[in-house]
T-cell receptor, first 112, second 114 residues
């Protein structure tokens, strides 16, 4: 079965705190792709990152970083020095046979 | 704006009525997807097209749902005899098919069935 689990339903932090959003996936495929999307209050999903299963190097983009560990089937997302504008729902997704399978999302609230 | 556009943004209808939504993808994208998102959930796949061919339909897509993409450009999603359970956000996404390319999402159409 193909499945994505985001166990954290909601996280609240104060501005400038670091926060990590967890994502655990299940797949029998040896080649697969993982994605993170952001859904701000406006509702439109915004692509953040794509990672293929052969590349386990961590990636950093500004305040965002991703930790991909095949051994634990996890693809976690960390925001460093969070800002109010980071408040949104974040979705992890698994690409399977031409479609995305999304987790239930983690709502992040960053308070000033 | 060259992103994915969807119309209408909001639709309120009475149970039993038919509704149609439109999606205009990014012009050079040959793949177009429809997803449905209910409150507190992630988007769920409904169907997708490559050019004008509908390649897959989810079991979520009952006989009351039909989607088209004539000429491989814009797409329409029609729901016949709407039910209250159809109330959701309907999302359209497009991508250029080259492996698992990122999908670009539109703003969605929020459907409320009274």
């Amino acid at each position: 079965a193909q499945k994505v689990t985001q166990a954290q339903t909601e996280i609240s932090v104060v501005e400038k705190e670091d926060v990590t959003l967890d994502c655990v996936y299940e797949t029998r495929d040896t080649t697969y792709y993982l994605f993170w999307y952001k859904q701000p209050p406006s509702g439109e999903l915004v692509f953040l990152i794509r990672r293929n299963s052969f590349d386990e190097q961590n990636e950093i983009s500004g305040r965002y970083s991703w930790n991909f560990q095949k051994s634990t089937s996890s693809f976690n997302f960390t925001i460093t020095a969070s800002q109010v504008v980071d408040s949104a729902v974040y979705f992890c997704a698994l690409y399977n046979t031409d479609k995305l399978i999304f987790g239930t999302g983690t709502r992040l609230q960053v308070f000033p | 704006d060259t992103g994915v556009s969807q119309n209408p943004r909001h639709k309120i209808t009475k149970r039993g009525q038919n509704v149609t939504f439109r999606c205009d993808p990014i012009s050079e994208h040959n793949r177009l997807y429809w997803y449905r998102q209910t409150l507190g959930q992630g988007p769920e796949f409904l169907t997708y097209f490559q050019n004008e061919a509908q390649l897959e339909k989810s079991r979520l897509l009952s006989d009351r749902f039909s989607a088209e993409r004539p000429k491989g450009s814009f797409s329409t999603l029609e729901i016949q005899r709407t039910e209250q359970g159809d109330s959701a956000m309907y999302l359209c996404a497009s991508s250029f098919y080259k492996g698992a390319n990122e999908q670009f999402f539109g703003p969605g159409t929020r459907l409320t069935v009274l």
